[in-house]
Every structure is written in structure tokens, then in C-alpha cells.
């Protein structure tokens, strides 16, 4: 027998050296304090953006952390309100925020109107209405066939069919300019706000003739002020300061009632906060802008008019069902 050559095995490789990655730290609060006065920083804007915007899913649930949820939302803040600090140098912004938090409900297929109703229904009565039930409904008294509402006035009405809520309908008969006050004072009311808009990809308001038409539900509000015009709007007792976000201040539930929501006329912008069925995130729109795609919803999408027999459309039109045309929701206490 001849003697068997034994294998070694190979050796083992040594181990690579760690290479560090260029990623940046996490920015600071600090950091996140510059960026929302508009100073310069050495962390990317767009990453500090990025990475507040992703955790508001999980913030926006928290009613015990809805100052840090409001922290980030206000980052969405369009650049006009920065540029007008670099215009007016002796000029502070200040923003006076009115927000509450709501559990989201997700859409399925085209219930974006319904998806809002239970969102507002299950805040102002702590209920847990879900979707398919509405559905079923809305389904039961003609209203939709698969989810979708083009009619304000059925809205409102499912609304009221299913809880005994008071509501009203604001509608062509009254003005840009009053529906502006007429918003923010209900908002304040804490009350809250069903409106249908066009969507655009981001699903910020959009002009698309109603091809895009959409529902959110506006639950607060912004009011961005210059320091130097706003010493009359507010008393120091009806808000607190933000303990990490210079020139924020959280107003109170006490002082709503008495504020004079015609100042916001003055006002550099005013914003509201927004929940819709495509999103777990509270967004934030310019109150214009909102109300100018209001405004123009006059045409069915190309899919929607090429098969009218699969959904329930007002026969005059989509114009008559949403165009400038909001719903107001109140609790019947």
C-alpha cells in the first residue's frame, strides 16, 4: 500500500482593513435648529430633509411627542418663507402652529374621500370606524360603487348618516379670500376639514382640471408671521415657545376661540396640516395653494371618463359635485 498524500487546507485569507464610509453623522439638534432658521450647514440640507420626513410615520402617532412631529413637518416649509428673511434682514419669521395628530387610514382603490371621513370621524369621537365598513355604507345608500366620492354633499351626508356629527358644506357661493378665514377659524374650533384637490406626484395641491381629483383632511394650521407685525396677534399667555426650534411657538387650545383669524391677511404665508389616504404622514400645503386646486376641479380623469358606468358620478358633472367645495365637520356635543 502506498503511502496517501494529505491536503492542507488553503489559508484563510486575512481579514480586509475597514475602510470608513464618507456617510455624515447624523445631524444634530443643533444642526436641525440652523436649518430651520435657514442658516448655512456643513450636513447636506437635502439629508437632513431626508431623514426627518422618514420618521414621521412613526412620530405622527404619538400625541405626547406631537412638538418634535410638528418640528419636522415644518421642514416641508417651501423656500419663500427663507428668501423673505434674506429680503427683510431686521425681520424675524415667527410660525404659530395649531396641529393634532390623527391615526391614518390607507386607502384601497379610489376611496381617498372615504379614507379622510374615517380619519376625521375616529378623531373627533375617538371612534375606530374602519374603511370597508364605511364603504359598505356609502355602497348601501348609492353613493360610490368602488370607493370613490364626487359629491361633497354625499359626504357630508354619509358623515352624518353614520355618526350624529353637525356639519355644514362651504361652497361656489362663497370667495377664495372668506374660505381662507372660514378654514382656519373651524380649524381652530377644532373642528375639522374634509376637501377633495388635486394631486400632484408628490400629492401636494396641483392644477390638473380635476384629472388628479384626491381628498384630504386638514386637521391645523401654520401661520407664518413677521416678528415685527405679529406683536398684536397673540398675547404671551396663548402660546408656548418650542423648546428646540427658534421662532416656533405652539399656540393653545384656550386662546383659539379668541384669535382673530382675519389677521391672517398679514401674514407672510399660512399653511395647513394635512392627512390623506395615500400616506401615513402628516404633510404641509400652502393654504393657497390648496384652495386654488379646489378651485378647478371640472374634468373626470381619461381612465375615469372612458368607463362611467363603473362609478357614481354627479350628472352635471364633477363641477358641481367638488369645485370650491369643502366639508366642514363638527363634534355634536
Known sequence: MSDLEILSPPPIPPTPPFIATSMPPAPSLESFAKFSNGEELDYPKNLIRKNLIEIQSRSVLENDNYMGTVRKVLLMIPQSTLQYKETNEKSAVQYFSFYRPVIPVIQHGPSCGLA????????????????????????DRGFTKQGEMFSAVNLLAL??????????????DCDVRRKADVIL??????????????????HE?????????HWALLTGFVIVKDSTKSHHLLKDKDFSDDEI???????????????NFGESKSSIET??????????RCRL???DDVLSSNAQLVSLSS????QPESFVLPSDGIASGLSSQFVILKKTI
Not at 128 to 138: E, G, M, P, Q, Y
Not at 205 to 213: E, F, H, M, R
Not at 303 to 306: F, I, L, Q, S, T
Open 303 to 306: 381612465e375615469m371618463a372612458a
Open 285 to 287: 400645503w400652502s393654504l
Open 205 to 213: 395641491p396641483c392644477l390638473k382640471s380635476g384629472q388628479k381629483a
Open 185 to 202: 377659524t373651524e380649524l381652530g374650533q377644532e373642528n375639522v376639514i374634509l376637501l377633495p384637490y388635486d394631486k400632484d406626484s408628490n
Open 116 to 139: 379622510a371621513l374615517c380619519m376625521g370621524l375616529n378623531f373627533l369621537y375617538h371612534s375606530d370606524f374602519k374603511l370597508c365598513d364605511v364603504l359598505a355604507a356609502a355602497r
Open 271 to 280: 399653511f395647513v396640516y394635512a392627512f390623506h389616504g395615500q400616506s401615513l
Open 245 to 259: 426650534m427658534p421662532g416656533l411657538y405652539h399656540l393653545k387650545s384656550s386662546a383659539l376661540k379668541s384669535l
Open 159 to 172: 358623515a352624518q348618516h353614520l355618526v350624529p356629527c353637525s356639519g355644514s358644506l362651504v361652497g361656489k
